[in-house]
C-alpha cells in the first residue's frame, strides 16, 4: 500500500520554511523547500516507525482515516503533496 500525506508548507518570516503533516500531526523545519521536504518525509518515516515499534501503527493510521486492512503491502512514505493555503476576507 503506498499513502500519499499531505505536507503543508510555510516559509517563516524569520527566514527558512516550517513544514507539518496535519494527518498525524507531524512538524518540521529547514532552510531550503528541497530541505524542508527531506526533512517532512523522514520525520514522517521515523515516527511511523515508533508507532509500529510500539504496535500503535494501525491505530494511528486509522485515526487519519487510512485503512489498512484491505492491502497486505507496506507503507511507503516517498511523496508528498504541498498545499498553498489562501484566505480572504471581506
Excluded: H, W
Amino acid at each position: 500500500m503506498r499513502i500519499i500525506f499531505t505536507a503543508l508548507i510555510k516559509e517563516e518570516a524569520e527566514g527558512g520554511y516550517s513544514v507539518l503533516c496535519p494527518e498525524l500531526g507531524v512538524a518540521s523545519q529547514g532552510e531550503t523547500i528541497k530541505e524542508v521536504k527531506k526533512n517532512i518525509i523522514e520525520a514522517v518515516e521515523l515516527y511511523m516507525e515508533s508507532a509500529k515499534d510500539l504496535g500503535i501503527l494501525e491505530e494511528i493510521l486509522e485515526e487519519a482515516g487510512i485503512d489498512t486492512n484491505n492491502s497486505k503491502d507496506p507503507i511507503v512514505l516517498s511523496e508528498y503533496v504541498s498545499t498553498p493555503l489562501q484566505a480572504c476576507l471581506e
